[in-house]
């Protein structure tokens, strides 16, 4: 099932928890997955995310790949539901383009009566650049629709040029929105939200310009709203924003890249 889950805090070996960053991971109904890490504010004049393409500084992690998930026994004082699950990372932004990336995976305990998740794993610390036990809580978020006929949906798009190191993707999981482009070491990342309104109020079409884009989004019935830019490539989120005319396989040409959209599913 696709998912929207944010972190609420984690813990490194025997340090204590904490949560330092606004962590959104979105999971598409076919596994694919981008999880994108912002460092919090520290200072009084830095926004609560940068939106303007700066400062590089405020990105701790972003990674993007397939992930797979398999149920198994838990032990008798756990909840049903307990697996074990794995990451692969295709797109990093810590480890070079010709360099595979080293694979997280983690034990998911899913709690009872409630939207909360405790996994248990390794994976590499971005602060030491080693592989360390974890443990994280999440919270999963519920998945909106964008239409009056209550279905959910989900669409992925991805570019890659391997002549000149280039690999980027974008996740629309319901009301959010996350992109990650890899460029060498350049690294872009986006996330969006809508927010549902009146129907009738007016509405823009998502190709009616090609490589601007501001920071709003007026669709038909609600209103996408960037929350988060670092770095100068255009993303071209918008084209999962409202997607009825596009088909998996369809290219699209959009700022300097050719996308191709791999996937796109509904439920209810």
């Not at 034990?107 to 996994?119: A, C, G, K, L, T």
């Not at 190709?207 to 830019?229: A, E, I, M």
């Not at 005319?245 to 959009?254: C, E, F, L, M, Q």
């Amino acid at each position: 099932m696709a998912s929207i889950s944010e972190r609420v805090h984690i813990r490194w070996g025997e340090d204590a928890s904490s949560e330092p960053t606004h962590t959104l991971v979105l999971t598409s109904l076919r596994h694919q997955f981008i999880d994108i890490r912002i460092f919090k504010a520290t200072e009084k004049d830095e926004p609560y995310l940068p939106n303007e393409g700066s400062p590089m500084s405020r990105l701790e992690w972003a990674f993007s790949g397939t992930t797979e998930s398999n149920t198994v026994e838990p032990p008798s004082d756990l909840n049903e539901g307990y697996h074990h699950s794995v990451w692969r990372h295709v797109i990093d932004s810590k480890v070079p383009f010709d360099e595979t990336p080293p694979v997280d995976e983690g034990d998911i305990y899913p709690q009872r009566d409630s939207n909360i998740s405790y996994e248990y794993g390794a994976m590499v610390n971005p602060a030491t650049n080693e592989m360390t036990d974890y443990q994280e809580v999440w919270r999963d978020l519920d998945c909106l629709s964008l239409d009056t006929d209550g279905m959910k949906s989900c669409s992925v798009l991805t570019t890659e040029n391997t002549e000149h190191k280039i690999r980027g993707i974008i996740i629309r999981v319901g009301q959010y929105c996350q992109a990650l482009l890899k460029v060498g070491d350049e690294i872009n990342v986006e996330r969006w939200h809508y927010t549902p309104r009146r129907p009738e109020s007016p509405y823009s079409d998502p190709f009616q310009d090609d490589d601007s884009q501001d920071s709003t989004f007026v669709g038909r019935s609600g209103d996408w709203t960037r929350q988060l830019k670092l770095g100068s490539r255009f993303l071209p989120c918008v084209v999962t924003f409202q997607d009825e005319n596009n088909s998996v396989g369809d290219k699209i040409t959009r700022g300097d890249f050719e996308w191709t959209i791999v996937e796109k599913e509904e439920w209810d």
